[in-house]
């Protein structure tokens, strides 16, 4: 009967480790998947991709330029919950193995990269990615959270994007960041 009992408990010891969450469990963020063209709603995003080009060069309104290859995404941002933690943070495009984060460059007022978003009052913008010349390939996953880093636990809206029907536009003029018209 003791031999019994123990090999019960050790199995119910064992059946345990099974099924318990591992430790970072609850980490993940939750994705939703979006078409472009289609609003896509997370926690404290809302965000619709209006319009996705290949540049050869982009120029500011302001007159900053730059030369290289260049994935211009044109979108729609709002927060949904909260101003205070509603900062478009985490702007990477994901294609095959290697992330590409929004870049920093340029003027501030010609990207919605680590723009402050608003509850209700969405704002048009673009994201400009720098890219090897040989990455403008296959699909690519543009994914948008607000925060910075690690969005675990969080909402992360995900919108995959053609990269080979993308249209290369040659030199690209980016438009200020603004208010979006109803």
Do not use: C
């Not at 123990?6 to 970072?24: C, E, H, M, Q």
């Amino acid at each position: 009967m003791t031999w019994l009992l123990a090999i019960a408990l050790l199995g119910g010891a064992w059946a345990v480790t099974l099924l318990a969450p591992s430790d970072d469990a609850g980490r993940d963020a939750f994705v939703t998947e979006v078409a472009p063209g289609e609003r896509g709603v997370g926690r404290n995003i809302a965000a619709t991709v209006t319009d996705v080009r290949a540049a050869s060069s982009i120029t500011a309104e302001s007159g900053w330029h730059a030369e290289g290859d260049w994935l211009v995404v044109d979108l729609t941002a709002e927060a949904t919950a909260s101003q205070s933690s509603g900062i478009l943070g985490a702007a990477t495009l994901r294609i095959g193995d290697r992330t590409f984060s929004a870049t920093e460059r340029g003027p501030d007022e010609m990207t919605l990269y680590r723009t402050q978003l608003v509850p209700g009052v969405p704002q048009h913008g673009s994201l400009l990615f720098e890219l090897p010349d040989t990455a403008l390939h296959g699909i690519g996953v543009l994914r948008l959270s607000t925060g910075y880093g690690d969005p675990w636990g969080d909402s992360v809206l995900e919108i995959p994007i053609d990269l080979d029907a993308v249209e290369h536009a040659g030199a690209v003029t980016v438009d200020d960041k603004g208010w979006a018209k109803p």
